[in-house]
């Protein structure tokens, strides 16, 4: 199954207004600017509304993009072998790099008496602590979005076992895991059960040739029946919460897995616009606005901190338009003067589209954030 270029520009379309939303979704806030508080009035309803219904569908929704490209030539031509060594490349070396970078810089920051409460502390750690947080072994690792790498792997080393299942019983595997996602059993070896779903939601539909433009007459009813079921989720989200009962936490899920039809059928419309066409050339900043975001958000939390400033809707406004200018500006940098270090940070991803490879992830989920002791002041 070939990837036209329809199908291959809204995939970029999709990874880089994704990740540009990640970026809102992750803006910190201390116990005292928590949007479930309602200090802020509509302001915290639409932190709510972005952070923890509209753009959770980021997640499953790029998950299921991976599983589509990788099996996309089918299961009987699936070379498992040189698909690992690629993407110890393309998945694993940068999760090494970023991860093991920003927690360098948190440790040298600690130990000169920064940082201290904005995330975890790694200066008075066990050996096994520190493990956990350089490669999220067995909980989320200290720049906390790659953990959507870190499961991503983990579906990468299961893609052979997943393949079958999904060719040979594909109703009955989807409905185990939709299950698995959204009932609140143990998450096992995955950190974000919703990724293995949505990377098995792709890989029914490359492996069953799914027709992926089928629905695309009907995008805007689509569109617009899945913004109307996260306007919803985040009123039950803003009543219930920040402790939410299991029914929403299920809601939360299942509307977050059919954020898959409605971005994947929203593309069709904005590919067609200018703006559309340009962000679905590709270029490899959607992965590098996903590495470095949060680093770069935190360090901007602390300086905001420092300075003494009060207004966080005026923090919450600025900082990620920031982020993503700054970010932009030195992707573009780093391309021109140092293209072989873009290369080694973003997995090669420093041409146009390579449709092999994945993008990437989300917000973190309320066990996220008391593992992180959420961005305390």
């Not at 690629?86 to 090494?96: M, S, V, Y």
């Amino acid at each position: 199954m070939n990837v036209d270029t329809n199908v291959s520009s809204r995939i970029n379309l999709m990874r880089i207004l994704l990740i540009a939303g990640i970026v809102f979704v992750h803006i910190p806030f201390d116990p005292q600017t928590s949007p479930y508080l309602g200090t802020y009035g509509a302001l915290d309803w639409i932190r709510v509304y972005l952070g923890d219904s509209l753009f959770r569908i980021g997640v499953p929704c790029l998950s299921a993009i991976s599983g589509y490209l990788l099996f996309r030539k089918g299961l009987a031509v699936f070379d498992y072998g040189k698909v690992m060594r690629t993407k110890a490349e393309t998945i694993l070396l940068p999760f090494l790099l970023w991860n093991g970078g920003f927690l360098l810089i948190v440790f040298l920051a600690q130990k000169a008496g920064l940082g201290h409460g904005y995330v975890p502390d790694v200066t008075d750690t066990t050996p096994r602590e520190w493990a956990t947080q350089a490669l999220a072994l067995e909980a989320w690792p200290i720049n906390l979005p790659l953990y959507f790498l870190r499961d991503l792997l983990l579906c990468l080393l299961l893609s052979p076992v997943i393949g079958f299942m999904v060719m040979r019983y594909p109703r009955a595997t989807l409905l185990v895991f939709l299950a698995y996602a959204v009932l609140p059993v143990p998450g096992g070896i995955f950190l974000k059960k919703s990724i293995l779903l949505g990377f098995s939601i792709g890989v029914y539909a490359s492996l069953h040739k799914v027709d992926v433009k089928r629905l695309d007459p009907h995008a805007l009813q689509i569109v617009l029946a899945v913004g109307l079921s996260s306007l919803l989720l985040a009123i039950g989200l803003f009543v219930t919460g920040p402790e939410f009962p299991f029914w929403i936490d299920s809601l939360r899920e299942l509307t977050a897995v059919s954020g898959i039809i409605g971005a994947w059928t929203l593309s069709s419309l904005l590919v067609q616009t200018r703006p559309g066409k340009a962000m679905g050339k590709g270029s490899g900043l959607s992965f590098w606005i996903f590495c470095a975001h949060y680093p770069l958000l935190i360090a901007l939390w602390i300086l905001w901190n420092r300075a003494g400033f009060e207004s966080y809707p005026l923090f919450y406004v600025t900082a990620p338009l920031l982020v993503i200018a700054v970010l932009v500006a030195t992707h573009s940098l780093v391309k021109k003067t140092a293209p072989g270090l873009l290369g080694l940070l973003t997995g090669n991803r420093i041409g146009t589209s390579r449709h092999n490879l994945p993008a990437v992830a989300n917000r973190a989920s309320p066990n996220e954030v008391s593992s992180h002791q959420r961005y305390r002041r």
